[in-house]
């Protein structure tokens, strides 16, 4: 049997009477891509935002890593990564220095966050700007930095909240190279997007629809249940009937 | 502690790229420290007078020289009725009026007593108040010579005060002022930096990052406080220099004392802007929160007023802000040179602030909502 890194059962977040959340349940495999989708205000990020220790669940069970998210938030935040759709790195820091304060804030030892982090600035290719302020990069090389940040650590899962959104196609690319490649070394990848595209790259696929999970297979599957050519059309099948709309 | 160092690293580092913020830092206190005392003079001169002399005689004319002389007036009118003279307060050409009755010659010598008016423009409360003493004080002076003048045996006041202001000997506002214009450039320096730190985070959205990390609540918190409670030493340090080199200020008691007070403050103050921080979710919220306090602390905190003389309810108020025992015990060091034994109260005091503050920024600063 699968190792499950994620489990969801009934997981809800409730704000007022506006149920953000709505008894949504799913398991994640280890080393799984796993593609979480919906329309804007479908309750994505909040989801998200519940598995990583950042939100309280009002009710349903989840645990992520093997720790549950009501008790053991801190414990969590010790395995994961995680890639907000806000860009947050410092942009007043060097490449160099927010590499080496996410790396010790994590507890990976100083010398060791020197060694990764002169492999990642020649990885990515950002030698001559290792120290340069982060602000002044574009954004497609901000994207590719805080994905290599959130993972730096070498987490058992790794969060990416829409991480190419405003991204241009070729780098768009690139990042989903480099989600492989975090994949084959273990990291269980769970992302978000609006791109149908990049649902294709995923092992399996979430859609929500209203705070609620109306379809979950891999992308074959997905396809061939709903009849359709592509993700697209799988995806305006389950969300046009969506009443929720906008962030 | 290996975490804390991470944070540490990185604030300093924040902190001393921004090069307009160094210079606000450590310019704005050096210049308003030699700037606002000089204007903040409660010395009281040139209180412009109008005289209105009914009597025309001796006694009234040498009243009125003897006010001119005194130092603190100028005598800017001398009109021949009342309704012309106020029109110079009207005017703001004069600050008070003295009326000197007809027959006030006579009176004084026949019958001993005499009633003299004074009306005082109480649009500058201040100036016209203090200078209404004065002239008071001129006029009872005055009043003590007339018997000898007269050349009778009259009884004149029978106590006599006389002032000595103790540990400030020639009651110079400076030594009074600058201490307490020092705390608060130190106070508006840390409240507001400390203020607006975290919620910057918050708006930006590092917060985010730094949350979904298992950095701990206190590595956090301490991690923002040290830097900003060093610069805040700083800033202390380039004060007293100012007070020293600009005024010739040299506390009469010990350094030591003064530090380790200043240091405690600091620690109440930046937990106090951490907590706003934490309680608001905007700079500009911030900013707000942070501007009505310090505006109370300013106002309260015996600067401008003595708490002794505040009504109970605003004496507990002053005393429930640091600002209120950090200006009295650097007054009290700075003026009078008391050592721990004098101000061992405020000093649990401020302990509590900064351990009742920080506690608070700590326990309300949420990681996970």
Not at chain 1, 68 to 95: C, D, P, R, W
């Amino acid at each position: 049997m699968e190792e499950k890194v994620i489990v969801c059962k009934d997981l809800t977040k409730r704000f007022g009477d506006f149920y953000a959340v709505n008894k949504i349940s799913f398991e994640v495999n280890k080393g799984e891509i796993f593609g979480f989708l919906g329309a804007n205000g479908a309750g994505k990020t909040t989801a998200m935002r519940i598995l990583c220790g950042l939100s309280y669940p009002t009710s349903g069970e989840a645990t992520v890593a093997g720790f549950n998210v009501y008790k053991q938030t801190e414990a969590i935040k010790k395995n994961i990564g995680y890639m907000s759709q806000k860009f947050s790195l410092y942009e007043n820091l060097t490449v160099l220095e927010n590499i080496e304060f996410f790396g010790g804030v994590y507890g990976v030892p100083s010398a060791e966050i020197r060694k990764r982090s002169d492999n990642l600035v020649q990885k990515l290719g950002l030698t001559a700007e290792a120290k340069k302020l982060v602000g002044s990069l574009p954004l497609g090389w901000k994207q590719k930095l805080a994905f290599s940040v959130a993972i730096f650590h070498q987490p058992r899962i790794v969060f990416l909240d829409e991480p190419t959104g405003g991204v241009d196609p070729v780098t768009r690319r690139q990042f989903w190279d480099m989600i492989y490649e975090a994949a084959a070394t273990g990291i269980t990848i769970f992302v978000t997007t609006h791109y149908m595209d990049e649902a294709e790259y995923c092992n399996r696929v979430t859609i929500m629809v209203d705070g609620k999970v109306e379809a979950l297979d891999s992308p074959a599957n997905l396809k061939a249940q709903f009849k359709a050519n592509n993700m697209d059309e799988v995806f305006y099948q389950l969300a046009r009937g969506a009443k929720r709309s906008g962030d | 502690m290996i975490v804390l160092g991470y944070i540490l690293k990185k604030e300093f580092k924040q902190i001393f790229r921004d090069k307009t913020i160094i210079a606000m830092m450590f310019a704005m206190p050096t210049i308003q420290l030699i700037i606002l005392p000089l204007a903040m003079n409660f010395d009281v001169k040139h209180v412009n007078l109008a005289v209105v002399d009914h009597d025309h005689s001796s006694y009234s004319r040498q009243l009125i020289s003897k006010i001119g002389a005194s130092g603190y007036f100028n005598i800017v009118a001398a009109e021949p009725s009342f309704q012309q003279a106020i029109t110079y307060i009207e005017k703001e050409k004069a600050d008070l009026v003295l009326e000197i009755p007809a027959d006030f010659e006579s009176n004084l010598v026949r019958e001993g007593t005499q009633k003299l008016g004074v009306t005082v423009d109480a649009i500058n409360g201040t100036k016209a108040a203090i200078g209404g003493n004065y002239l008071l004080s001129v006029i009872n002076d005055f009043n003590q010579q007339i018997p000898v003048n007269a050349g009778r045996n009259m009884p004149s006041g029978a106590i006599d005060i006389t002032y000595s202001n103790w540990f400030n000997p020639l009651a110079e506002y400076r030594f009074y002022v600058v201490p307490a214009v020092l705390v608060l450039l130190l106070t508006l320096i840390g409240g507001f930096m400390s203020a607006l730190n975290i919620v910057r985070e918050k708006e930006v959205g590092t917060i985010e990052q730094i949350n979904v990390t298992p950095i701990r609540k206190w590595e956090f918190i301490l991690g923002k406080l040290i830097p900003f409670w060093v610069v805040g030493m700083i800033v202390f340090t380039l004060g007293l220099g100012v007070a020293w080199g600009v005024y010739g200020i040299w506390p009469v008691g010990s350094f030591v004392t003064m530090y380790v007070f200043a240091a405690i403050y600091l620690v109440a103050l930046l937990g106090f802007g951490l907590l706003i921080s934490t309680y608001t979710s905007n700079q500009l919220q911030a900013m707000f929160v942070a501007f009505f306090f310090i505006m109370i602390f300013m106002l309260m905190s015996g600067l401008f007023t003595a708490v002794d003389s505040m009504p109970p309810w605003a004496k507990l108020i002053a005393n429930l802000t640091p600002v209120t025992h950090f200006i009295k015990v650097i007054r009290m060091i700075v003026l009078k040179g008391s050592g721990f034994a004098d101000v061992q109260k405020e000093l649990v005091y401020l302990l509590l602030f900064a351990a009742g503050l920080n506690g608070w920024a700590i326990f309300n600063y949420r990681k996970t909502s």
